[in-house]
């Protein structure tokens, strides 16, 4: 995820000020991500839990991250639609965004569950939720992706 979000960042930035925004909280996130999930090259100490501090810090960037996706670069889709050809129009409306959704969806549940935890909360999911949160992000980058790319493509960046 890492990887894709640099080569994001190499091929649109400077494209758009909310898309440089919006990849750099997605690279916010990510090393956010990864530190939760004790992945290279942020690797647990141990094998207990991120601290609580930390884990509701994470979800506040998650939530900053859905949202600049729907309000910031997926509005730019909506205000420029008049503009794209009706197939890149039925295909993001049919295809990517209710994908995209389902995404959100599994961020919500986790910012829901995780949003307001305290040192004392017992989190017997965490890893499995955060596994599962991981997939969604992941798939959802790739939308979000094929989106710009079809921005990209139709000069409506």
Do not use: C
Not at 10 to 27: P, V
Not at 99 to 126: C, K, M, Q, S, W
Request: aromatic content about 8%; cysteine-free; proline content about 4%.
């Amino acid at each position: 995820m890492l990887t894709r979000n640099e080569l994001a960042k190499q091929r649109w930035g400077g494209a758009h000020a909310a898309i440089d925004a919006w990849l750099q909280e997605r690279q916010n996130l990510l090393v956010e991500y990864f530190m939760l999930a004790g992945l290279a090259p942020y690797g647990r100490e141990t094998q207990a839990l991120p601290a609580a501090t930390d884990i509701t810090h994470f979800t506040g960037l998650l939530m900053d991250y859905v949202s600049a996706g729907h309000f910031d670069i997926y509005e730019k889709i909506v205000r420029n639609s008049h503009e794209a050809p009706d197939e890149l129009l039925q295909h993001a409306k049919e295809e990517l965004l209710p994908r995209i959704g389902e995404t959100t969806n599994v961020a919500l549940d986790f910012h829901d569950r995780y949003a307001h935890i305290t040192p004392d909360t017992e989190l017997p999911t965490f890893d499995d939720d955060l596994s599962v949160l991981g997939v969604a992000l992941s798939l959802r980058m790739e939308l979000e992706d094929q989106l710009v790319t079809m921005l990209e493509q139709h000069q409506l960046l």
